[in-house]
């Protein structure tokens, strides 16, 4: 056993008594790979998988860095115990939760959706609300929302949201949906295009019956969906001995529908809501790291794809700090942990797959940006386009690269979008392959959670993705601002066993 990290988590068993209590905690490797060892006092020690592969763990993590302090990120909130002192990161991404309810039951549901007992829906005022104080947020308003659930499509007011977002100022709007009224529905899909959705992010969790069985319905919102030029990222939950061997072919799926599916965010499993009381033995059978994703990507792929060509969040925050200095404005930092997630670029020319890092030498290219932020004097710009314009070819294979395939024409757009989008062109070319690993309990690394990009927007301000549903802390927010059933349903005239699917699989 070698130690990599000192670090600090959550014991498991204190959680599971009611009680977040912070322990020490240590990162490991044993036989080439990377383990969270943790010890409370109380309940002795818990061990659980963080890198299957030591070496992609250390390439990963020497790109850790520290971004803007974010004052209104809550690191505490009710009577819990704060677990660090000041939030590191700024909004990426806000989730705004619309409701709990939801007309399906996915057993692996971290929200456990519409099996609460309570309903949580935050009126039109509220949800305004929300979105104005996540615009407000410090260092930098948050310019890119997901509406979520539950299942968002069940409210009738979905439209009037959207709408009320791209007023506020949100230049990018998801809806995060299971795709069933995408399915029933082409209008559907046509209003949300008319109401100014950027992308529809679709649970789609494999492309058999056996793992996915909304397959159908799913290939049906597509459709659907390219009628109403509406694009697309598929959503696989990955659960080991259920799906994970169908990660590759879901890749494959997108890239032969590349016209409107723009990415695959891979999310393995995180055991929290409906599975959080899992037994040990089951969750270890089930759990899925980064690795074990990429490996069956490999073996789907024979290797035209590996684990090589992924690199992780931070990756790209040069492109962040050059832009700042070109446009002479503060932009969005991708200042994530390692941890917390990777991607890739697939780009597919003559029915063959091409990681954007076989025809650009991505490292060379991002430690060149960085060099070229930090200049300083009279004519910087003036020096740094000069710069670009002498040497951004000689990071890119020509010969490798698919047809047509400009660099300097997508960094142009790039200094004049902001960073925001400024992978833009990559996506509207290529196929985003990505994988964001939320943390539970049992493989919480507080370092990670302090640098969360992707924060809830609430009623008790505004929290770090792992804290809300990690934490349970999103299902306390909800139990205070919860109606019972019964009051929901005299208040709404509406039965909540109405929301549920007829003639569709539930789980």
């Given at each position: ?291 074990m994703m990429m490996q069956a990507i490999e073996k789907e792929f ?7 060509d992924f690199y992780p969040v931070p990756f790209v925050f040069p ?13 969005v930092e991708f200042t994530a942990h390692p941890g917390c997630g ?166």
């Open positions: 056993m070698k130690e990599l990290e000192n670090i600090k988590s959550v014991c498991p068993a204190c959680y599971k008594d009611g009680k977040i209590q912070k322990i020490d905690a240590k990162i490991i490797e044993e036989n080439g790979k990377v383990y969270i060892n943790k010890e409370c006092t109380e309940h002795g020690s818990f061990k659980d998988i963080y890198f299957s592969d030591v070496n992609i763990y250390k390439k990963w993590m020497k790109y850790t860095v520290t971004g803007s302090s974010a004052p209104d990120v809550k690191t505490k909130i009710f009577d819990e115990p704060s677990l660090y002192d000041e939030h590191k990161s700024q909004s990426v991404l806000t989730n705004l939760l619309v409701t709990n309810r939801c007309d399906i039951r996915c057993s692996y549901c971290f929200m456990n959706a519409g099996a609460s007992g309570k309903v949580y829906e935050p009126t039109i005022s509220q949800i305004k609300d929300l979105m104005i104080q996540a615009r407000n947020e410090r260092p930098m308003g948050s310019k890119a929302i997901q509406i979520t659930g539950g299942e968002p499509t069940i409210r009738d007011d979905l439209f009037e949201i959207v709408k009320i977002a791209k007023e506020v100022g949100f230049s990018h709007v998801q809806v995060n949906t299971n795709g069933l009224k995408l399915a029933d529905d082409p209008e559907y899909c046509k209003q949300l295009k008319k109401a100014e959705v950027n992308t529809v992010y679709m649970s789609f969790d494999g492309v058999t019956k056996k793992t996915n069985p909304w397959i159908e319905y799913n290939k049906k919102a597509i459709e659907n969906l390219r009628k109403a030029n509406l694009k697309i990222v598929l959503v696989p939950v990955l659960i080991g001995e259920k799906n994970l061997h169908e990660a590759g072919k879901i890749i494959k799926f997108a890239l032969k529908n590349m016209d409107i599916i723009r990415g695959v965010n891979f999310q393995p499993v995180s055991f929290c809501g409906r599975i959080s009381k899992i037994k040990d033995e089951k969750r270890e059978k089930q759990r899925v790291d980064y690795i024979d290797g035209q794809i590996s684990r090589e492109i962040s700090k050059l832009i700042k200095i070109l446009k002479g404005e503060t932009q990777g991607a890739t670029y697939i780009f597919y020319d003559k029915g063959k797959p091409i990681p954007v890092t076989r025809f650009i030498n991505v490292e060379g290219l991002l430690e060149f940006i960085d060099k070229e932020s930090k200049i300083k004097g009279p004519l910087k710009k003036l020096r740094i386009a000069s710069a670009f314009l002498k040497n951004i070819d000689s990071f890119v294979d020509y010969e490798k690269a698919p047809e047509g395939f400009n660099l300097k024409k997508l960094l142009k757009d790039a200094a004049i979008g902001g960073s925001y989008d400024s992978l833009r062109g990559f996506h509207y070319k290529s196929l985003f392959v990505g994988s964001m690993w939320f943390q539970d309990v049992f493989n919480l690394n507080i370092n990670r959670l302090e640098r969360c990009v992707i924060h809830y927007t609430t009623l008790e301000g505004i929290v770090p993705f792992c804290s809300y549903n990690g934490l349970g802390i999103g299902e306390k927010i909800r139990e205070k601002h919860s109606l019972t059933i019964p009051d929901w349903e005299k208040k709404t005239g509406r039965k909540i066993k109405d929301d549920l699917r007829k003639n569709k699989p539930l789980t």
